[in-house]
């Protein structure tokens, strides 16, 4: 094994190990009252070690809802290339990985960063229709595209926040559908036919 693959291996491990312990201790209290070095000490790693990974405790909670929709974005990516272009599935495969992660992403939620969360739900939204809109042979147009991939963001963020907080009352594949049908006339709203 190489130094390299070591030392990656190394800091994945590390920012697992302080993913976990954030996510333990914001099962015994809010966010804002969790300290760097209580994370440090769940973990059983330096404070050096710590910002060697992160800036902040902030950027390490979103550092797993960045795994959940990285992983979200490859299935769909490997979906694209398969040459299934359906955006009803993926709307439902966005419920199912909410689904999945729900107890940690719930936690998320009750820290109340919003902004954040949905900034990062933005930029997902916004490479999902890039993605969509190449495989179907458009572009997106450039005097609606942003604004109509903010109304998307905005409105599935209030969906899967709610859906995730009131405890998923309704089945993934049903918010997919809904999502899909509040969604599916903005994907025209945001392309024009390739020149």
């Given at each position: 094994m190489s130094t390299t693959t070591t030392m990656?291996?190394?800091?994945?491990?590390?920012?697992?190990?302080?993913?976990?312990?954030?996510?333990?201790?914001?099962?015994?209290?809010?966010?804002?009252?969790?300290q760097v070095t209580e994370i440090c000490e769940r973990a059983e790693v330096s404070r050096a070690a710590f910002y060697l990974h992160f800036r902040s405790k902030e950027e390490l909670l979103f550092s797993h809802v960045d795994s959940v929709f990285e992983e979200f974005h490859a299935e769909l990516a490997s979906e694209v290339t398969a040459g299934r272009v359906d955006l009803?599935?993926?709307t439902t495969l966005l419920f199912q990985y909410w689904a999945r992660y729900a107890p940690t992403l719930r936690l998320v939620i009750q820290a109340d960063t919003p902004q954040a969360l949905l900034e990062r739900l933005r930029g997902y939204v916004e490479s999902t229709m890039a993605t969509l809109a190449a495989r179907r042979g458009v572009e997106v147009d450039p005097r609606t595209h942003s604004y109509v991939v903010d109304f998307v963001a905005g409105g599935s963020y209030l969906l899967l926040t709610r859906w995730i907080t009131?405890?998923?009352?309704?089945?993934?594949n049903e918010m997919g559908d809904l999502l899909f049908e509040l969604t599916e006339p903005c994907e025209r709203l945001a392309t024009r036919p390739a020149a």
């Open positions: 990656d291996v190394r800091a994945r491990r590390t920012r697992k190990w302080l993913q976990d312990s954030l996510v333990s201790l914001m099962h015994d209290k809010p966010f804002r009252e969790i009803r599935l993926f009131a405890g998923m009352p309704t089945p993934a």
